[in-house]
Nanobody, 128 residues
Framework: VQLQASGGGLVQAGGSLRLACVASGIMLETYTVAWFRQAPGKERELVTCLRSRDGTTYLSDAVKDRFATSRYNALNSVYLSMNTLKPEGTAVYYC??????????????????????WGHGTQVTVSS
């Protein structure tokens, strides 16, 4: 199983980026998928997650009204659209996939320990 995150880069504050998470070895549409980010010296934090059970999403307060996540099942992918980026959004962004299990809350997750598969991450740098 592989999750390949891509689309990161350097962007000015106020700009936009679209990250992609492409899976191989699993049918991503059957998994809850999350995007986490980790800035230097900080703990990993949840950005958004997309539930497999009902298709609903969760967005952290830090990115509400600016970010959105969506699936593209034909390409076994999940996308993270990021608008009005801020310098505090500079981090490595990771996608993760988790299968639903009784008694386990995947979305939202505080630090992602419940997730089964992780991508290597893609760097997003927002200049001021």
């Amino acid at each position: 199983v592989q999750l390949q995150a891509s689309g990161g880069g350097l962007v000015q504050a106020g700009g936009s980026l679209r990250l992609a998470c492409v899976a191989s070895g699993i049918m991503l549409e059957t998994y809850t998928v999350a995007w986490f980010r980790q800035a230097p010296g900080k703990e990993r934090e949840l950005v958004t997650c997309l539930r497999s059970r009902d298709g609903t999403t969760y967005l952290s307060d830090a990115v509400k009204d600016r970010f959105a996540t969506s699936r593209y099942n034909a390409l076994n992918s999940v996308y993270l659209s990021m608008n009005t980026l801020k310098p505090e959004g500079t981090a490595v962004y990771y996608c993760a996939a988790g299968s639903s299990r009784f008694g386990v809350t995947l979305c939202p997750s505080r630090n992602g320990v419940e997730f089964d598969f992780w991508g290597h991450g893609t760097q997003v740098t927002v200049s001021s």
